[in-house]
């Protein structure tokens, strides 16, 4: 039983390591591309973390680990398949759960798109990811995690489970909080939404709200020019 909780808790450090990894990828990327430049808290929980990115790695790691031979290109395709294949599954479900877009590829020149979910660009650049961590990352992360006694491992992964569970429930709460004002679109609100849900849960005085009231304005002004280009260029809207 210790054994089969070690190993566990093995591939549960391994998720949050790369989850957080993700998150300060994610965030500097997207504040160095804002204009003007400032920082965005990318991801859709209060936490540093971006699952998405965990459960990309972890997901590369898994699959590849029978195959200890295979060649770069076979490495390259298979971490921008099974990524690319999360990334659209997770924007197929947010989307259908909160009636809002996480994410929106359509409205960058340079991409190849899959309805917008998920880019030609971002698929290379997963595979390319996924080549440096399966032969130059994960070797460390692993010997790092697995320096760790079984004890410390089982009752890390128990705590971060725990504070996973609780920051998605909040954050879930926030987020289906303007699910019904926000319907449609097709369009990042990412930053947006983040914004409002942390403000859903400071204290309601008279400046709060009026913070709310704006930030909400700001993401039913992008969708509305969102859908106007959308028309404008032939493409049909989203519901």
């Keep these: ?59 590369i790691i898994f699959i590849m ?14 971490g921008a398949v099974v990524c690319s294949a999360i990334e659209y599954t997770a924007s197929l479900v947010m989307e259908k759960f909160y009636h809002v877009r996480w994410w929106c590829y359509k409205n960058s020149w340079y991409n190849i798109t899959l309805n917008g979910r998920i880019s030609f660009w971002t698929s290379f650049w997963f595979g390319v990811a996924g080549l440096v961590v399966i032969n130059y990352v994960h070797p460390s992360i692993e010997a790092f995690v697995n320096s760790f006694s079984p004890a410390l491992k089982i009752i890390l992964s128990a705590a971060l489970i725990v504070i996973f569970f609780i920051d998605n429930l909040m954050s879930n709460a926030a987020a289906i909080s303007v699910k019904n004002t926000l319907k449609g679109g097709k369009v990042d609100l990412t930053d947006e939404i983040k914004k409002f849900a942390y403000n859903y849960y400071k204290k309601q005085t008279r400046k709060t709200r009026h913070l709310a009231k704006k930030i909400l304005k700001t993401m039913k002004k992008t969708q509305k020019k969102a859908r106007k280009k959308t028309k404008k260029n032939g493409v049909r809207r989203g519901t």
């Design 65 to 78: 680990q029978p195959f200890r031979e295979l060649s770069f290109v076979a490495e390259f395709l298979i």
């Design 1 to 59: 039983m210790v054994d089969f909780l070690n190993e566990v808790s093995k591939w549960v450090l391994y998720f949050f390591i790369y989850s957080i990894v993700g998150w300060v990828f994610e965030s500097l990327y997207c504040s160095l591309k804002a204009k003007p430049v400032h920082f965005i808290n990318r991801g859709f929980l209060f936490g540093p973390l971006c699952p998405i990115y965990g459960a990309g790695i972890v997901s």
